[in-house]
């Protein structure tokens, strides 16, 4: 682990001297170097100090270095301006430091430091690089919704370790039987998710961000919940068997009214940003059920989501580049005029409504088959949001590609090389994951 931790504090020095290109490249080869070293051997790989990585936390560090090597690939514009793009590649270096330390750790004091740090860079991408003075508030909000519940697991931590003595991962096999514990833990989980009623953040910090801030936060940001409620229900056995079905129907019922809230949406972002609490939902439904299967469903859907909204704040960042407005009321006919983006819209629609042979699919239908076998009453709301999933992406791309051309757009770029291999690179792995899918279901 330490040595990509050293190969990113030496990548530093890249980004002041404002080498794009290298730089790009030098991300994407540490990306690789990373996939290429996975063994199926040992629990833990890449032991050095207090971190190391199983199959999840690998999965999770190699998603946050492909998803960090596109969002320096998405921010190509803002490197015709010196100053700024070297402060944009030296924040998006933090960052990544401080994903790959709080998936990487092997402890549970290690990652909550850790996922509190990497709160400071998205707050400086989203204050600093956002478009609208709202970015203030949304900043605010992203920060307090999170501080405000991590300050009582941190209390929990330290009441976990005077009572056990230890904090480490593979050894906290000591439960604890209190409820105000179970919320004080996994209360600052169900914001980062984000759990139905407890999500407002989310919207108003995509909406203000600028579209590297934006990858970062469906990627990866959601996922560090998921993880840490992965990480968790190992304590919380006993407990959860008793309360989380309330949790399961709040993400359930969350997740249609949220479904409803996407078809009323007139900003593109907006409406992406709803669908990922809909689609997160059912991934922590899937865990609270504390099945094989459910577990599995998570990590695929983690995986699945962090590249399919991604992709799409990207493809919506590539229309407000040219028209300079994200409405849907203006955003009309684009398949007239570049037909060649309508296609990856619908690509990136298509999986996002899970259709095959997206990654999306495989992890609904494990999350499908967890949550029945909770309770076959489930059965109702599911069908309701595998309809709704389907009925607000169509929305998206119906509204946005067909219709009459908004008349104020005089000329713009098709589109660039730097532009298809953004999308191609989130579209690819997406699809072609699907193929290794077992990869998933080889962690417990």
Known sequence: ?????????????????????????????????????????????????????DLVSYLMILLSFWICSLMLMASGKIYLTRFWSQMLTFVLLVLMVSLLMAFGAMNLFMFYIFFEVSLIPTLMLILGWGYQPERLQAGIYLLFYTMLASLPMMMCIFFYYTKYGTLEFFSLDQELYEVLLYLCMNMVFYVKVPLFFVHLWLPKAHVEAPVSG?????????????????????????????????????????????????????????????????????????????SYWGMSGALMMMIAHGLCSSGLFCLA?????????????????????????????????????????????????????????????????????????????????????????????????????????LLLLHWLPLNVLILKGELMCLWL
């Open 317 to 421: 960042n590539l229309n407000y580049e040219r028209i300079g407005s994200r409405s849907l009321y203006l955003n009309k006919g684009l398949i007239n005029i570049m037909p060649s983006l309508s296609l990856w819209w619908f690509l990136f629609v298509s999986s996002n409504m899970a259709a095959p042979p997206s990654l999306n699919l495989m992890g609904e239908i494990m999350l499908i088959n967890s949550i029945l076998s909770y309770d076959t009453l489930n059965m109702a709301v599911l069908m309701i949001l595998s309809f709704m999933g389907a009925a607000y992406s169509l929305y998206l791309y119906a509204y946005s590609q067909h219709g009459k051309i908004y008349m104020g757009l005089m000329s713009f770029h098709m589109g660039g090389l730097r532009e298809y291999l």
């Open 1 to 53: 682990m330490m040595k990509f931790m050293f190969v990113l504090f030496m990548m530093a020095p890249l980004g002041f001297l404002n080498y794009f290109w290298l730089m790009q490249f030098s991300m994407i080869f540490v990306s690789f170097m990373f996939m290429l070293n996975f063994s199926f051997n040992y629990m833990y790989m890449y032991l050095s100090y207090c971190f190391g990585v």
């Open 214 to 290: 934006s990858m970062i936060l469906a990627g990866i940001m959601l996922k560090l919940g998921v993880y840490g409620l992965m990480r968790m229900m190992v304590v919380f056995l006993s407990i959860g068997l008793q309360i989380n079905w309330f949790f399961i129907g709040l993400s359930m019922i969350g997740g249609f009214i949220v479904s409803l809230v996407c078809l009323r949406q007139s900003d593109m972002k907006s409406l992406i940003a709803y669908s990922s609490v809909a689609h997160m939902g059912m991934a922590v439904s899937g865990i609270l059920t504390m």
